[in-house]
């Protein structure tokens, strides 16, 4: 199983829900099965290392984001990735214009999707211009909640196929 997250320049949202699932992953032993990364819809930050705020917030939870930013690349990623997560309604419709024939729609889902708590979020916001650390903060207990609410969901499928 593969796992695709993907937010704007893939430098706060989209890293921070690669660690958070693969820390999931790798608690519940199952890293030799489901493979987790995260791109950008943008190149302006390929090749950097995740935002200094967003690696920090993670960190105090046990966290370490060591991802460096990638683009999507609609040539191979919808093709490779079971799942492709969107954090918000605008890298959705970013999603959608990238398969204008709808052929892997059913692969592309909302970060929110996957929510457990009731919250009026309906999707991840960005945090990088928002002054001070609650930004941060909310964006790190909106992605452990939905990442274990995906993990939940791909748990389900495995058995399912067994």
Known sequence: MNILFVCTGNICLSPAAETVLKFIIKN???SDSIHVSSRGLIDYHVGEKADGRMKKYALKR????K????QFDPTTDFEH????????????????????KKQYA????TMTAFS?????????PDPYYSPGNKGF?????????ACQGLFLELQKKADDKS
Do not use: C, R, S, W
């Open 28 to 30: 519940n032993e199952l």
């Open 62 to 65: 046990g966290y370490e984001i």
């Open 67 to 70: 991802t460096t930013a990638k």
């Open 81 to 100: 990735f079971d799942y492709i997560v969107a954090m918000d309604d605008d890298n959705l419709a970013e999603m959608d214009k990238l398969d204008p």
């Open 106 to 109: 059913d692969k592309i889902h």
């Open 116 to 124: 457990q708590k009731p919250t009026h979020y309906d999707h991840i």
């Open 137 to 145: 903060v909310l964006v790190m207990d909106l992605l452990e909640d």
